[in-house]
Every structure is written in structure tokens, then in C-alpha cells.
């Protein structure tokens, strides 16, 4: 529900839908081979997950938003951790349902900067039609509501249909199936990399061009601005009247883990500020580039507004 900030003005409501996790971040030299060992030289564990990780992004680049996190975490010590730290980081956890055991993402990052990534998630750990129907009434209020789409059709499909008119939806990811369609029929904002383009669009999306065509199809299912990663190129954004590449920059890569999350932080908090969409893409580019610079993809976002609300110039933008 809308609230107000110290001054006055009116504060937007926007609620996550998606995953929360205990992220523990492993730096080695080399991958040992079968039957060897390493030396882990860096070890973090905090709170993780997709949808964890952009409401946390989306606090650091709009202090004045805290974002609702509708995510399940276990009845173990991992999930009083993550719970905490999601109070720390200004989440509200209201709608964070306790059960079963904490989600592990174990993401194993080498001297090269190439990342392994080994996920545990049980069942219990997925949203269900349930847990949406007692977030109705933060996501009937909301003025953005993310749906991460690594959740059961049918509880994005109960938290979609939740949504007043008027308010905006931001998919995240793919899914296929007959929610597909009613999903982005009803979707104001559209983010996926190039493997998930073609699972929603059925566009293999190998270049510029690939994702153009494919960004096009997916405009016309109903969304307004549609984003997609493309391979060793950049982001596109594409809009009814207009599209943009943002090349990859030349930070150095750490660790991309997190970009994609840190991408939509960025693209919500460009909504929230009313941008145009080639504003939206420089600051969503800015977030991702922030964070593929540390280990472990987690979100520090709260410096970009210290360097310029895009964190890019001209010379780092393509124009199409």
C-alpha cells in the first residue's frame, strides 16, 4: 500500500515475488579435478536468491521504497540468517512464508572469473497458490509488483491476476506453458536473457538482430518495454517507438553472478523515477555493471546516484 516519505510525498508500494536463499560464495585458484582438492582464499554466506537479491537492489537505489519480498524461506538457522539480513538491508518481510529447509546457491567463482553455480531447492521452498492468497492484498495496493518466474504457473498466475489496473507488472526471467501468454499479456515490463527470449518468444537469440526480432514478438503479447541480454554484445531494450543497445562496458568482471537481478532493480527504479526508456537502460546498465565487479553478485547500489544517475556516457551507448 502506498505509504509517505518524511516529507510528504507519496511513497510507492512495490512487492517481490521470487526466490530467497542462503548464497554462499566460494573463491579458488583452480577447479580441482576428480578425486582432488583446493584452497578456498574467499568465502561469503548471505542472504541470496533472485527475488532476494533485486528487493534488496531496488532498496539501495530508492532508499525511500521498501520493497515487500513475497519468497519463502526454511525453519532452520540458514532462514533466521537471511530473515535478518533481509531486515537489515530495509526489506519488509511481512509475506516471507517459513518452511521446510533454506534454499543453498553454492556459486564457485576461479582466478578466470568463471563461475560454477550448484543450486538446492526442494519443493517446499517454491511459492504456492496459498502464500499468494495471503499477499493479496499488498499485491491488489501495489504500485510495481516483480514477478520472478522461476516460481509454479500457478502462483505467478494468482499473483499476476492480484494486480489492480493501472499498476505495473515486471516479469523476470521465462516460463513456458499456458501461462506464457497471460503472463506477458498482462506484463508491463519484460526482462530475459537470450536463452529465456527464446523461451518465451521461440526466437533463438544469437545476436543484435536475433533480439531485436525476437523483443518485437514479445511487444506485441502485450508489454510496453521489453529488455533482453544478448550474448557478448549487451542489453537491448526495445519500445513501441524506438530501441537501444547498451554494449558491455569494459569494467572487469568479476563474478557475474547477480547482474541480471541488479539489471531489474535498476529498470524498476527507473519506472519508479518516471524515466524514458534509454534513462531506464543506462541506469539498469550501471546497476549490472556494479555488481558483476564483486564476488558473489550481490547488490551495492547506493554509490550510483553519487556518480551520475547512469554511471555511463555517450561513448558507452550505441543508438539504433
Known amino acids: 500500500m502506498t505509504g509517505a516519505t518524511d516529507d510528504g510525498a507519496a511513497r510507492p ?22 578425486g582432488a582438492s583446493t584452497t578456498v582464499e574467499e568465502r561469503i554466506e548471505r542472504l541470496g536468491g533472485k527475488g532476494a537479491n533485486i528487493a534488496v537492489g531496488l532498496r539501495q537505489l530508492e532508499p525511500h521504497v521498501a520493497p515487500i519480498l513475497v519468497a519463502v524461506l526454511g525453519q532452520d538457522a540458514a532462514g533466521d540468517m ?10 519488509d518481510i511481512r509475506l516471507v512464508v517459513r518452511r521446510g529447509t533454506t534454499a543453498l546457491l553454492v556459486d564457485v567463482v576461479d582466478d578466470h572469473h568463471e563461475r560454477r553455480l550448484l543450486e538446492h531447492m526442494t519443493e517446499e521452498s517454491l511459492l504456492t497458490v496459498d502464500d499468494i492468497r495471503a499477499a493479496e492484498d499488498e499485491l491488489s495496493t501495489a504500485d510495481v509488483v516483480v514477478l520472478q518466474l522461476q516460481q509454479p504457473a500457478d502462483a505467478l498466475l494468482a499473483a499476476a491476476r492480484s494486480v489492480r489496473r493501472g499498476a505495473r507488472i515486471v516479469l523476470d526471467g521465462a516460463i513456458e506453458g499456458e501461462a506464457r501468454d497471460e503472463l506477458l499479456a498482462l506484463a508491463t515490463v519484460v526482462r530475459a536473457d537470450a536463452e529465456e527470449a527464446a523461451i518465451l518468444g521461440g526466437t533463438q537469440v544469437a545476436g543484435v538482430d536475433d533480439a531485436l526480432r525476437a523483443a518485437r514478438e514479445l511487444l506485441a ?8 541480454s544478448v550474448p557478448d554484445a549487451g542489453d537491448l531494450l526495445v519500445w513501441r517507438d524506438g530501441h537501444e543497445l547498451f554494449p558491455h562496458g569494459d569494467a572487469p568482471v568479476v563474478d557475474p553472478t547477480g547482474a541480471g537481478d541488479a539489471f531489474v532493480a535498476g529498470l524498476v527504479a527507473g519506472l519508479l523515477r518516471g524515466l524514458d526508456p534509454q534513462q531506464i537502460g543506462q541506469l539498469a546498465k550501471a546497476a549490472a555493471t556494479s555488481t558483476v565487479q564483486r564476488l558473489g553478485g550481490h547488490p551495492e547500489l547506493g554509490e550510483l546516484d553519487d556518480e551520475g544517475e547512469d554511471g555511463t556516457t555517450d561513448a558507452d551507448r550505441t543508438h539504433r
Do not use: F
Request: no cysteine.
Open 13 to 34: 508500494s512495490v512487492v517481490v515475488v521470487g526466490h530467497a536463499a542462503r548464497d554462499l560464495v566460494l573463491r579458488i585458484g583452480e577447479l580441482p579435478g576428480a
Open 221 to 228: 503479447k502485450g508489454p510496453s518495454l521489453v529488455a533482453l
Open 82 to 91: 537471511a530473515l535478518r539480513e533481509a531486515v537489515e538491508a530495509g526489506i
